[in-house]
């Protein structure tokens, strides 16, 4: 089995829809597919909209379609989503250029473009720009958190008005995301390590690279301190600041691929830093459990308190560790 295949089995646990759903039991909605948010390298980047039929409520939850950092539009479910669009939320399946072709940083700046493309074009989708969500589960939900504490200002100079746009969220709900690849685990034990163990089918996000301009060609990056100083920088816990929006993780305690401790350190830090958290532990359950889709409820009521200012939600799932 290849990397990719390896890397797209990871995804099942998240992406694959309950059985038990009718179709008669989803809300209806309009597809819009392959809408091209941006380029790179005559490659298009797209997403799929889901608006609801009635009661659009104006705001968005974007899903990113990741698995260990791999993404497709064949991952898009929309049984996925009935939490979201039951409730009027429009959401956006965002794919993004793929490992083993690109490497997170370059996965993060299509990230950026997407909330940026989105905010742009807010009044065409039917939703408020500062009414802006984002999910996603294991590498969706790192990417989730990296949008949450690192989205970035809109450049006013900018030739293209969609890159005038910020590309910050307004809330963050996601499951077991890594979060500090300095300290994978337990404290010192870098991301490297983990990728020679328990990582080891997800290498490729890892090989970064840089334009050699001399041979016009993209190298891998061997200096040991810019590959360390490169996993700090794509690590949401190094940007974590009080500005940051309300994050809430889901992550089992038995989870191997990526521990709980990934998800403690992160929620220390939130509190360490005055933003508002949630941390929902799920006891026994490893990377992903047979009833995943069902949880997707307790973003839903987390974001209708940050994005839609209702009174939050009160479930017995929701234990504190």
């Known amino acids: 089995m290849n990397r990719c295949s390896r890397a797209?089995?990871?995804?099942?646990?998240?992406?694959?829809?309950?059985?038990?759903l009718r179709a008669a039991d989803q809300p209806e909605y309009r597809r819009t597919q392959d809408v091209v948010y941006g380029r790179k390298?005559?490659?298009?980047?797209?997403?799929?909209?889901?608006?609801?039929?009635?009661?659009?409520?104006?705001?968005?939850?974007?899903?990113?379609?990741?698995?260990?950092?791999?993404?497709?539009?064949?991952?898009?479910?929309?049984?996925?989503?009935?939490?979201?669009?039951?409730r009027g939320y429009t959401v956006f399946a965002v794919v993004h250029g793929s490992q083993p072709k690109y490497t997170i940083p370059e996965i993060l700046d299509d990230m950026h473009r997407s909330i940026r493309y989105i905010r742009h074009n807010a009044g065409d989708f039917g939703i408020q720009p500062d009414r802006i969500g984002i999910t996603g589960g294991s590498a969706g939900g790192h990417l989730s958190l990296m949008m949450g504490t690192a989205g970035r200002p809109g450049d006013p100079n900018a030739k293209d008005p969609v890159d005038r746009q910020s590309s910050r969220v307004q809330a963050v709900?996601?499951?077991?995301?890594?979060?500090d690849f300095l300290n994978y685990g337990e404290t010192g034990r870098d991301v490297f390590k983990a990728l020679e163990s328990e990582l080891k089918p997800f290498k490729a996000p890892f090989d970064f690279v840089r334009l050699d301009t001399a041979?016009?060609?993209?190298?891998?990056?061997?200096?040991?301190q810019a590959r360390l100083d490169?996993?700090?920088?794509?690590?949401?816990?190094?940007?974590?600041?009080?500005?940051?929006?309300?994050?809430?993780i889901i992550h089992g305690d038995a989870d191997k691929l990526v521990p709980i401790q990934q998800s403690q350190v992160f929620i220390k830090r939130l509190e360490e830093a005055g933003v508002e958290n949630k941390l929902?532990?799920?006891?026994?359950?490893g990377h992903g459990w047979k009833d995943w889709i069902a949880d997707m409820a307790i973003i839903a009521d987390f974001f209708d308190v940050h994005l839609l200012g209702k009174q939050p939600a009160t479930r017995p799932d929701q234990a504190e560790p």
Not at 9 to 19: E, G, N, P, Q
């Open 280 to 285: 929902v532990v799920k006891p026994g359950e």
């Open 215 to 224: 041979s016009g060609r993209f190298v891998r990056i061997e200096d040991s």
């Open 8 to 20: 797209l089995l990871a995804t099942l646990v998240l992406l694959t829809a309950s059985a038990g």
């Open 41 to 86: 390298f005559g490659t298009a980047l797209t997403f799929d909209v889901f608006t609801p039929a009635q009661n659009a409520n104006g705001a968005a939850v974007i899903m990113v379609m990741s698995g260990g950092w791999f993404s497709a539009h064949e991952m898009i479910n929309p049984a996925v989503f009935d939490a979201f669009l039951s």
């Open 230 to 248: 490169i996993a700090r920088d794509i690590s949401p816990i190094t940007h974590v600041t009080p500005d940051d929006p309300p994050a809430l």
């Open 173 to 179: 709900g996601c499951y077991f995301p890594p979060t």
